[in-house]
C-alpha cells in the first residue's frame, strides 16, 4: 500500500507545445534523495523506500528502491485535460511482486506505480463519498485527494486489467505491464488519462492536480527497484 497525499500548493502549468514537461529527470545530476519540484511522501509506522538519483546511458532517472517498504514521490501541478488528454512516461522494473494481487488488501504491492490525481468538486461527489473523504482527510489530512487513476505494473494479472483500488473505490487501478512484460528493461507508456477518468468514474475529468510515482511492498515484504524516465502530458 502507499500514500498518496499531496500538499495544498499546486503549480498552474501554461505551455504552448504539444508536450508538458511533469517530470524532465533526464536533466537531472546523479546522487541524492531530492528532486526539483517534488516531495517525499511516506507511511506511518512502515519503513521508507530508497529514493535517489541515479544516470543510464547518460540520462538522468530517478530509482526506487523498496525493501518492505513504500514511500513516492509527488509533484503537485494542474493542467488543462483538453489541452494535454495524454500521459506519456517510460519505467523500468528489477522484478515484480510475487505476492501482489491487485484485488485484495494483503496483496496491494506494485513493482511500480504511477498516479495522476483529480481535484473534484465536491458536488459531483455522492453524500456517502463526500462523508468518506471527510473522514479520509481528518485521519491523513485535507491533501488525501478526491480521485485518482493508478497505473501499476503488475504481477500475473493480465495486461488492461481495470478494477477499483482493494482500499477505495476513488482510486481507479489501470495494470500496464504484468510479469511477462519486459521486466527489467525500459518500457515507454502512453495514457489517454481523460478517457481513463471518464470510463473510471462516468463522467467529464475533472482537473488533475498532481502526479504521483512510486514502489511498495510493505504489504508482502518483499523488494523490488522502479526506475521512472521523463514523465510529460501531450496531445
Partial sequence: MVAILLGLAVTPVIAGSDRLPIGAFSTLGKGGETVDGWRVT?????????????????AGVVAIAANNAASSLVRDITWDLSAYPNLLWRWRVSRVISAG????????????RLYV???VPAERLSLFDRTKLKIARWIYGDDVPAAAICYVWGNREPVGTNVWSAYTDRV???VLRNADDD????????RNVAEDYRQA???????????????????????????????????
Fill in 42 to 58: 511516506e507511511l506511518p509506522s512502515v519503513e521508507s523506500a530508497r529514493i535517489e538519483r541515479v544516470r543510464e546511458n547518460g
Fill in 101 to 112: 494481487d491487485v484485488t485484495v488488501k494483503s496483496g496491494d504491492d506494485f513493482a511500480a
Fill in 117 to 119: 490525481t483529480f481535484d
Fill in 172 to 174: 481507479r487501478v489501470i
Fill in 183 to 190: 521486466v527489467g528493461n525500459w518500457v515507454d507508456e502512453r
Fill in 201 to 235: 468514474f462516468g463522467e467529464q475529468p475533472a482537473r488533475p492536480n498532481g502526479v504521483v510515482i512510486a514502489a511498495d511492498t510493505d504489504q508482502t515484504g518483499e523488494s523490488v527497484t522502479a526506475w521512472f524516465g521523463d514523465i510529460s502530458a501531450a496531445f
